[in-house]
């Protein structure tokens, strides 16, 4: 099994996926029918993916300004000249300010006459200027991550409460602003990647509002986003859904089922139990399920060690019957939740009773259990983040 995680996350290679798509010359470039020349370009890349992302581009440019804001921790080799900014994720912290302030005086101050915006998971934490004070919107912030919501209601806030989100970095640009997007959304909602901070929002403050009601918060510094732009050209250039597509190269009898997997991670877990011990099955082993995409947790108290695909997984054992089984339960940037964990594998020889499953999904405590069953995924960061991906064999 770890051969197969690490063609995934060879699969998931964002430089890898620049390099097939993207023809960049000193003077131009080209993608899909789009090209653009320039003479002086700012690189500004951002995300779990900004240093792989920017790597692909400073290794071909010569004249140029670059800043990578890439996540604490990450010592992975910038290419060339290049500022670095470390910050905090997944709540922000002074770092994300210094950054987002940063990017601001490049796009306002400096002399370019192209910007290559690159833009991967984690950076609406990474790179922020928020309007309100910075310890009420890192309550916020906290509050909407461990609440349950979907990633596009929790960035339709985040791009509300900004001055860099939601399309307001384009709006400052004083050149064409070309973006080439890593997504970790599912459904590639270019508005909802990293809070789009170089595309038009088509979310209002009134939605922002709605949704912060619901989990009860109030406040007063929600501010509009601009619904058009005039100046930005953006593109996805590596998605979950393309890594499942080449997972299904190599697997026996693959199924797709979805790249665009939300809803709640428990009730993810049992359904796939359910495909498995459903009878009538419109196909026969051995065949292999692949699904991708951003289940979700809601928080209440204080979690231990725990994530989404430890909650997947767990749920899975809990309601899978008595048959041969691989699952593998990956979150590509190598962190699930808040443990050191990337995610879980399991097959039929690990059996939990029901008694202590259901006592670690309460406690949000997954992890804790898994390891004690060697059912654990290790990575370390991976550089890169196209979401979760699932792999279910019955061989």
């Not at 080799?77 to 302030?101: L, Y």
């Amino acid at each position: 099994m770890e051969e197969l995680v690490e063609k995934i996350l060879e699969l998931a290679d964002p430089e890898r996926a620049l390099e097939r798509k993207v023809r960049l010359k000193e003077d131009k470039v080209e993608v899909q029918g789009f090209q653009h020349s320039f003479k002086k370009p700012l690189v500004v890349s951002v995300g779990k993916a900004s240093v792989k992302m920017a790597n692909f581009f400073l290794k071909r440019l010569n004249d140029y300004q670059a800043i990578v804001v890439r996540p604490k921790g990450n010592q992975e080799p910038v290419h060339g000249n290049c500022e670095i900014i470390e910050a905090g994720h997944p709540n922000p912290d002074r770092d994300s300010i210094r950054a987002g302030k940063r990017v601001v005086e490049l796009l306002t101050e400096e002399s370019y006459d192209v910007v290559f915006f690159l833009l991967s998971g984690g950076a609406s934490a990474l790179m922020e200027d928020p309007i309100p004070p910075l310890e009420e919107y890192m309550e916020i912030n906290d509050r909407l991550v461990k609440s349950g919501l979907s990633i596009q209601e929790i960035n339709i806030v985040r791009k509300h409460l900004s001055r860099v989100k939601g399309g307001r970095l384009a709006q400052l640009s004083k050149a064409p602003i070309v973006t080439f997007v890593v997504s970790d959304v599912p459904g590639d909602d270019l508005s909802t990647i990293g809070s789009g901070p170089t595309v038009p929002d088509n979310s209002s403050m009134e939605e922002a509002n709605q949704i912060l009601q619901e989990i009860g918060i109030k406040t007063r510094y929600l501010s509009e986003t601009p619904k058009s732009l005039n100046n930005s050209y953006a593109l996805v250039v590596l998605d979950v859904a393309e890594v499942l597509n080449g997972i299904s190269s190599f697997v026996p009898n693959p199924v797709i089922l979805s790249s665009e997997v939300r809803g709640d991670a428990r009730s993810l877990g049992a359904f796939m139990a359910s495909i498995l011990n459903t009878r009538d099955i419109p196909f026969s082993r051995p065949f292999t399920i692949l699904m991708g995409g951003e289940p979700e947790v809601r928080i209440e108290g204080k979690p231990r060690k725990g994530g989404r695909n430890g909650e997947v997984c767990l749920s899975f054992l809990e309601w899978v019957k008595k048959q041969r089984f691989k699952l593998i339960a990956l979150a590509t940037d190598g962190i699930d939740g808040n443990s050191e964990y990337a995610g879980c594998v399991l097959d039929e020889s690990i059996t939990i009773p029901r008694k202590e499953i259901r006592t670690a999904l309460r406690e949000h405590s997954s992890y804790e259990l898994l390891e004690r069953f060697e059912a654990i995924i290790k990575t370390g960061p991976t550089g890169t983040n196209v979401n979760n991906v699932y792999v279910l064999m019955a061989p």
